[in-house]
C-alpha cells in the first residue's frame, strides 16, 4: 500500500514537473519567435530589390523614369552607360538609390527647356555616378535624408543641383558645371557637400539661403564662376565651410555671408582676382580662421555692418586691404598674418586686434617697433589706419598657427546607470593655439569610432549615449584640431548593471520575477 502511493506521487510530481517545464519554454520560445519575425521584416525592408535600366538583361528597363516609377522604397534603380545619353526629366517619389554605371558616361540630359533633371519628393534617396546635364533647374530635391553622390551635372539653365526643404542629404564627388549656380540650397539643412568639382556657373557656385543650417562644405574644388563663390545668406546658421579651394571669380567675392550668424569658414585656399576674399555683411557670431588668401583683392576680409564674428589664424596677401571693418564692432581679430597687401587694415570701429598677452595680436609685415625682452611681441602697438584702434601685442614673427598639440579632454559623466537610458557626457579640450578641435570618441559598445565638431577650443561640448545592452563599458576620447594635431586620450569606465527585471531570456525574467519557482523545480528535480 504504501508502495502504491509512493508511485502514485512520484508520478505526479513529474506530471507537475513536466507542466511547468513546458510552461516556461512555451514563455521563453513565443516571445523569441515573435522579435525575430520583426527583424526579418526589418531586414527584408531595408535590403530591397534591384530593377536595371538600359543593358543586356530581358528584363531592363529603357527609360529611367519606368524604373522608379515600378521601385518600391529601399530598392536599387541601376542605370547602364550603354543607352546613355538618357533624354529625361526624372521625377522621384520613394526612397530609392538612383546608380549610375560611370558617372563619365551615364549621361541623363535634362532636355533644357522643360523642369529640372531630376525632381526628388521623399526620403533616403541616393543618387550616384551619373552626368546630368541641360536642365532648367539641374537637380531639386524636396525631401528629407536624401544623398546624391558621384553625379556629373552640366546643366546650361538655373542650378546645377537645387535642394528646397531638404535634411541630410550628401553631394560627393561630382562635377557641377555650366550652370546658373552650381549648387543651391533652400530651407534645407544637415546637407553635406564634399569632394565636388564645381566650375563654370553664371553666378554662384554654391548658395546656402533661407534658413538652410548645419550644412558641411568641404573638400570642393570651386572654380571659374561668373559672380560668386560660395554665399551664406538669410537667417543661415551652424554651416561649416571647410578646406574648400575655390579660385577665378571674376566679379563680386570668393566667400560671401550676408545676414547669417553661428558660421564657420575654416582653412580654405582662395586665390582669385575679385573684389573681396571673405566679404561679411549684417552678420554676426561667425568664425573666419585658418584660411589662407592668396589672389588680389580689394580687400581679404571685409566686415560691413558685422558684429561679433571672430577673424583669426588667417594669411592674407597682394590686397588693396587684408582687413577693412565699415560700421562693424566687437570683432575680434587676431593672430593672422598681413602680408604685402597694399594697406593691412582699416578699421574706424571698436574692434579688438589682438588677444591679450602673451597669446598676443597679428604679425604685420610693415610693423617697424623692437622686441627688447624676446618675448616674440613688439614692445610698441601697431596702429591699425582709418582710426585710434591698435594691436596692442603685435607679433615680431609670422603666426604658424595649430602647430601644437591639443590638451586631452576632460570627461565628465555618471559613472553607472540602466541600458536602455540616455545619459549626458561633457567633454572640454584645449588647444594651445586656439584652434577648432574635433572630438573622436568610442563609447566602448561597439568597434565605431564617433566624430564630433569641430567646437572651439575651451567650449564644454555635451553629448548624449545610451547602452542598449548590461556591462561594463570604457568612454574613450582623443581631440584632433584643425592641423590634425592629436591629444592624448582619454578614458572613462562606465558600468550598466544588469536590472534584474530586465534580462535579455524570458525564462530568467520569468525565474527572476517567481523566485519561489526555484523552490519548485528544485523540489521536484530532488524528488522532494
Sequence with gaps: MVIRIDKQRDLLNKTLLIGIILLLIFMSITPSYAVDNVKKSSTLVSSGNILYVGGMGPDNYTRIQDAIDDASSGDTVFVYDNSSPYYENIFIDKSISLIGEDRETTIINGNKYEDSVILINANFVNISGFTIQNGANGVKLNTKFCTIVGCIIKSNYEDGIYLYSSIGSRIIANNI????????????????????????????????????NNNTIKDNNIFNHFYLGIIIGSSCSDNIIINNKISDIEQDSEILLYKCFNNKIILNNLSSNCREGIYIEESYNNIISSNTFLGNYWQGINLVYSNENIVTNNNITNSDRGIYSYYSYNNKIYHNNLIENIQNADDGYNNSWENGYPSGGNYWDDYTGEDNDGDGIGDTPYHIPGGDNEDSYPLMKPWRGGNQQPYASTIDGPKRGKPGINYNYNYVATDPDGDYVWYHICWGDKEIIYIYGPYPSDEEVTLSYNWSEPGTFTISCWVRDIYDEISDITTLEVTMPRDKLTSSSPLLRFLEQFPSAFMILRYFIRGR
Excluded at 544637415?190 to 565636388?196: G, L, Y
Excluded at 553666378?203 to 534658413?211: A, D, P, Q
Design 177 to 212: 558645371t555650366n550652370n546658373g549656380n552650381g549648387i543651391c540650397l533652400i530651407f534645407s539643412s544637415f546637407i553635406n557637400i564634399k569632394n565636388n568639382n564645381i566650375s563654370l556657373s553664371d553666378w554662384v557656385g554654391i548658395l546656402i539661403n533661407s534658413n538652410s
